[in-house]
């Protein structure tokens, strides 16, 4: 089993920056890729960015290229969303997914694992 805890969201204006952490513990040892993806009120999970075991690979959602940076550092666990010029329609909660494979993957029913999630909300 593996844990994951988000951590970092907030109330920002638009423009601003934010650092999403996801902290992972258990049996965290082995290839997980990892993913984050955000649901706003009334709408689907969607997709927003993904990063594979090794951190070599990444992909974002259309909507956030260029804006959003996903990274891991595997001696912490930690894998983070670094948000930057915010827009009031990113305002969502964030969830932080994990799953035990090599490749990364932007279809939320490839991971099995899932944080709690942490609200972000950007004013205009």
């Known amino acids: 089993q593996v844990q994951l805890v988000e951590s970092g969201g907030g109330l920002v204006q638009a423009g601003d920056s934010l650092r999403l952490s996801c902290a992972a513990s258990?049996?965290?040892?082995?290839?997980?890729?990892m993913g984050w993806f955000r649901q706003a009120p009334g709408k689907e999970r969607e997709f927003v960015a993904a990063?594979?075991?090794?951190?070599?690979?990444?992909y974002y959602a259309d909507f956030v290229k260029g804006r959003f940076t996903i990274s891991r550092d595997k001696a912490k666990d930690t894998v983070y969303l670094q948000m930057n010029s915010l827009k009031p329609e990113d305002t969502a909660v964030y969830y932080c997914?994990?799953?035990?494979?090599?490749?990364?993957?932007?279809?939320?029913?490839?991971?099995?694992?899932w944080g709690q999630g942490t609200q972000v909300t950007v004013s205009s």
């Open positions: 997914a994990a799953e035990n494979r090599f490749s990364l993957s932007t279809t939320r029913g490839d991971y099995g694992y």
């Open positions: 258990g049996r965290t040892f082995g290839a997980y890729a």
């Open positions: 990063i594979n075991w090794s951190g070599s690979s990444k």
